[in-house]
Each structure stands twice: as C-alpha cells, then as structure tokens.
C-alpha cells in the first residue's frame, strides 16, 4: 500500500515563500504520476499542480502558474512544491497525491491521498 507523508505547511505573509515535501513509502516496484492538491472549507478539493512518473511532464492549475513548481526525487521518493510569491488565496489544507496513469491523473482520478499539511497566508 502506498503511503504519502507531507510536511512542510505553516504561515507566511503575503509575497513571501513556503516549501512542502512529501514522502513516499510502500511498493518500490514502480514510480507514480503526483501532484499537490488543495481544500477550502466549503469546496470541493483542486488540483494545484502534476507531474508525471518520470518528471518529464508538469500540470498546473492557472491560479499558480509562474509561482509554484513542482518536482521529484524518485531516487528520494521525494515530491515538493515550491510555493513563491503567495497570497491570501492560496490558504488552504494542501494535500499530496498519487494517480496509476499520468492522462487520468490531471483529470482528478486519485488512488492515494496523504493526510494534507495546512497553509496560511496572512495579507
């Protein structure tokens, strides 16, 4: 069973930074398309950005696009999430996802969900 750990989350005031990681644990025999997923109390859970198994492929949603950015270390087993320049709006609980298939992945099919590491942003 795959397990994902995030870690990471916290407060930071507007146009400042924040990094989370998360940590892959279970099955080695394969790499996962990942991504970072966000909830807001009231609606329904976004996706923020995607990346494919090898890393070759990135998705972001167009609220974040040019201030965060995704990566992997599949040797680590790592994901991150670079999050610049942030804003009021980005708060939320942030989760890390994995899919089987990168094509249904970014369409929002999720087979593992980590438990969400909270971020705020304060103006």
């Known amino acids: 069973q795959v397990q994902l750990a995030e870690s990471g989350g916290g407060s930071v005031q507007a146009g400042g930074s924040l990094r989370l990681s998360c940590v892959v644990s279970?099955?080695?025999?394969?790499?996962?398309?990942m991504g970072w997923f966000r909830e807001i109390p009231g609606k329904e859970r976004e996706g923020v950005a995607h990346i494919s198994a090898s890393g070759v492929l990135e998705n972001y949603a167009d609220s974040h696009k040019g201030r965060f950015t995704i990566s992997r270390d599949n040797d680590k087993r790592t994901l991150d999430l670079e999050m610049n320049n942030v804003k009021p709006e980005d708060t939320g609980t942030y989760y890390c996802?994995?899919?089987?298939?990168?094509?249904?992945?970014?369409?929002?099919?999720?087979?593992?969900w980590g438990q969400g590491t909270r971020v705020t942003v304060s103006s």
């Open positions: 996802a994995a899919g089987h298939t990168y094509s249904t992945f970014v369409r929002g099919e999720v087979h593992y």
């Open positions: 279970g099955p080695t025999d394969r790499n996962y398309p």
